[in-house]
């Protein structure tokens, strides 16, 4: 039997409730399909940070190459350690320690869900974000501080290689799905790394006949996915313009409690990681109340990373098979509470 080594952090606030509800759920699926996950439980959180000044150990990057991918639930927690450190020291340094330089959000309503928008026009959009430099590069600094004259400056870094990469990845998921892609940018505003990214846009697309193209710029294209989410198929954008484009799309697709993620790095040599997009929720943690179908959905996705496809759409069919009897937690108009809603997709497989 094939068995894959899983690092599990379940992180801060909900991230504990909904990794401890989806996790048994996705060992049930890998039993029937003949497959087996096996986890080892990271502690690596804002209560670590407390504790040892830092998110993780100093070779937390080193020890996470050891795995066949990576499940995250949520990073922060801003009552005891500031976002900026927590983010930063945690989920940004695997993506970029690890060179996972994709994230990969899905944004299609499942089936009973109602969202925000018309239904008559059903959406299934692939976002694809540049996951490792941009404007999250973390260059820059800060001087004068504290003073009249103090100045601030980030600056976002845009390579050769890493615009590249992610535009070709998504080419590749478009030559997959309907054939269309959408390049994001700002380049009206932006002359010079936005001009790039169009340049690059043009490169890469010449390789891919077969691939309709178009570019837009953020505001357009944040107001088609409202307006007409049915005209995209997949959509790549930089760093901070994916960050805001996807959760636009996780409005739409009903609520941060369907939204997951993929970080991934597609030239391969190290584990994915895997994640629902939600964040820590102080605000509800530890009642119950929790959304763990992103979860899922993140799982499925890693499930598919791994090559399990069949184990893959097994869980996405059962999580429809949920959805679609209006069974949900309150966020989706429901009752049931965290555990519940993943003890139905179990009994749903």
């Known amino acids: 039997m094939k068995n894959y080594r899983i690092a599990l952090l379940p992180g801060d606030g909900i991230g504990s409730e909904v990794m401890e509800a989806a996790w048994p759920v996705l060992q049930t699926v890998a039993e029937r399909q003949g497959f087996s996950l096996e986890g080892d439980w990271l502690p690596w959180s804002c209560d670590y940070y407390l504790k040892h000044g830092t998110m993780m150990p100093a070779d937390g990057v080193e020890q996470l190459r050891a795995f066949d991918a990576i499940y995250l639930g949520a990073v922060g927690l801003p009552a005891t350690v500031p976002d900026h450190v927590s983010l930063r020291e945690l989920l940004l340094a695997i993506r970029q320690g690890l060179d996972l330089s994709v994230n990969a959000r899905p944004h299609r309503l499942l089936a009973g869900v109602k969202g925000p928008l018309r239904t008559d026009r059903p959406f299934d959009i692939l976002c694809i974000r540049e996951n490792t430099e941009g404007e999250y590069a973390g260059a820059g600094g800060r001087v004068h501080r504290g003073g009249e004259l103090e100045v601030a400056v980030e600056t976002a870094i845009f390579t050769r290689a890493g615009v590249e990469r992610v535009l070709r990845h998504g080419f590749e998921q478009a030559r997959l799905r309907g054939g269309k892609l959408a390049s994001v940018t700002k380049s009206n505003a932006q002359r010079h790394s936005m001009v790039f990214w169009d340049e690059m846009t043009d490169r890469v697309a010449a390789d891919y006949p077969d691939v309709a193209v178009t570019r837009y710029h953020v505001d357009a294209i944040a107001a088609r996915m409202i307006t007409h989410p049915e005209t995209l198929d997949v959509v790549v954008a930089s760093n901070l313009f994916g960050d805001i484009l996807t959760d636009i799309g996780a409005a739409i697709q009903g609520g941060l409690g369907f939204a997951a993620s993929a970080n991934i790095n597609p030239a391969g040599g190290v584990p994915g990681m895997f994640e629902p997009v939600h964040g820590s929720a102080p605000d509800i943690m530890g009642l119950g109340l929790a959304n763990p179908l992103a979860t899922l959905w993140a799982g499925a996705l890693m499930l598919r990373h791994l090559g399990e496809i069949a184990a893959a759409e097994a869980l996405m069919a059962a999580i429809e098979k949920v959805t ?26």
């Open 324 to 349: 679609a009897t209006g069974a949900g937690t309150p966020d989706m108009g429901g009752d049931l509470s965290t555990t519940q809603l993943a003890a139905a997709v179990t009994a749903a497989l």
